[in-house]
């Protein structure tokens, strides 16, 4: 049976670049190990971690605004082959999402881009003139992406052996307990390979579509496992 959706990470899967919010730390001069480091070792929530983001870049732009966070963001570029991989798979009727603990600007742009009607994406509520306030958007709490997954299930009437999912780090590996296939795309680390169905290691989304379809590889370049 051919799947019939695709839950798909951003940052890294996605984009070309590992992480939505360091590309805007980045664009300051500036980083958030301190925040990241406590964020994971459990001693602050999704929330504050987020505060802290903000914190960082109100240093920089203490009026920082969605158009701001639009602009430092429109440079990153998609990763080769999405255009095709999604082309192919919408021509197949298989819905597509973005669950994604990313920035939403981002991913709203790119959701447009690829045709992606469903996207989850993380941001900041906006003031009246448009800048960002320190209440944040968790649509995606970033430890508990497999639970987006099943409530998208839920809203599509979909069970798990009708889905799949990709990602390329530990936190997306969540994901593919609740999906048939997992597919881990240029995966960062071992957790996810070892609860993947499939690995891709080709920098090149076009090779994640016969693992989508359980179909053999017919280019052994891609470096496909699974």
């Known amino acids: ?5 695709v ?10 670049v590992s992480s939505s919010w360091a590309e805007v730390h980045h664009f300051f001069g500036d980083q958030n190990t301190e925040a990241l480091r406590l964020f994971l070792e459990d001693r602050i929530d999704d929330q504050e971690f987020m505060r802290r983001d903000l914190a960082l ?15 430092i963001l429109a440079p990153v570029p998609l990763m080769p082959g999405a255009h095709e991989l999604f082309d192919e798979l919408h021509a197949r009727g298989i819905r597509t999402a973005i669950v994604s603990g990313g920035l939403d600007v981002i991913a709203q742009r790119i959701g447009r881009e690829l045709g992606i009607s469903r996207v989850l994406a993380n941001g900041f509520v906006l003031d009246g003139r448009g800048r960002l306030t320190e209440e944040g958007i968790i649509r995606v709490p970033i430890k508990r ?9 839920e809203e599509f009437g979909l069970a798990p052996e009708d889905c799949a999912a990709v990602g390329n780090s530990e936190i997306d590996a969540a994901m593919f307990d609740h999906c048939r296939i997992g597919v881990a795309f240029l995966p960062e680390d071992e957790v996810i ?16 579509l016969a693992p989508l379809l359980e179909e053999p590889d017919a280019d052994p370049a891609t470096g496909t496992t699974g």
């Open 193 to 208: 390979r070892r609860r993947a169905t499939h690995v891709v290691t080709r920098k090149d989304l076009r090779a994640v």
């Open 57 to 71: 870049w109100r240093r920089h732009r203490p009026e920082i605004s969605e158009a701001d966070l639009v602009s």
């Open 7 to 16: 839950a798909f990470d951003m940052d890294g899967t996605l984009l070309d």
């Open 145 to 153: 992406k497999g639970e987006v997954v099943v409530g998208l299930q």
């Open 1 to 5: 049976m051919p799947v019939k959706f």
